[in-house]
């Protein structure tokens, strides 16, 4: 079984609409990350946790919120969807800090229609 | 923030030797160098991490000189599923450093037979 697994793989909605991603590890890893990528792009981070209390925006949060609910859980929202969050997004999880080995899961492609 | 500048794409021919350079001119004393591998699709895998002079794995080398303000990563005998976008990253593994660190566009490395 994979050590970090996002669901759904891929969503497609309307503008307006609220979408939930959601991100599991079983790597036992304190620190989850969830990055968005666009076609051609590199990653970039959106919001990050280092434990379940710690929650912290990265670098592009605005039109996004996250919850860590357990230390395998970390689950992205979007309050209302548009479509220039058209993009691939990928969960990830370290042991230390973000300079670190990170773990990707899979990814979710979600396009906004 | 630490920032990377590596080559957009490259081309080479399987059985050949790939080396990717990755400058970094403003790589911190605690910083570490890390590269990943990324396929259409897939989240980034790690290749290797490093924080002077060589490493080797089974899967490829990397070399920093003594100043670290470049590497180059060497992917040995390359074969077509080598094909792919390769990260260069540099960053701290304590996390006060988290969301410092960058995925630029990385380089599209093209093998042909």
């Known amino acids: 079984d994979a050590d970090v697994t996002q669901t759904p793989r891929n969503r497609i909605t309307k503008t307006g609409k609220r979408i939930m991603l959601e991100c599991s590890q079983t790597?036992?890893?304190?620190?989850m990350y969830w990055y968005r990528q666009d076609p051609g792009l590199g990653l970039r981070l959106i919001y990050y946790?280092?434990?379940?209390?710690?929650?912290n925006k990265g670098e592009i949060s605005d039109g996004y919120s996250v919850s860590r609910q357990a230390q395998a859980k970390f689950s992205l929202s979007l309050e209302s969807a548009i479509p220039n969050q058209t993009a691939l997004y990928f969960c990830?999880?370290?042991?230390?800090?973000?300079?670190?080995?990170?773990?990707f899961g899979p990814g979710t492609r979600l396009t906004v229609l | 923030l630490a920032k990377t500048t590596q080559p957009i794409s490259m081309d080479s021919y399987e059985g050949q030797e790939v080396n990717i350079t990755c400058s970094h001119n403003n790589i911190a004393t605690n910083d570490y160098i890390t590269w990943y591998q990324q396929f259409p699709s897939q989240g980034p895998r790690f290749i290797i991490q490093g924080y002077k002079t060589k490493v080797t794995n089974e899967v490829a080398s990397l070399f920093i000189p003594a100043d670290r303000k470049s590497s180059t990563l060497s992917l040995p005998r390359v074969s077509l599923s080598d094909t792919a976008v390769y990260y260069c990253l540099v960053g701290d593994k304590r996390d006060s450093s988290a969301s410092k660190i960058i995925f630029g566009s990385g380089t599209r490395l093209s093998i042909r037979p």
């Open positions: 790597k036992g890893h304190d620190r």
């Open positions: 946790s280092f434990d379940v209390k710690d929650i």
């Open positions: 990830a999880t370290s042991d230390a800090g973000q300079g670190d080995e990170q773990f």
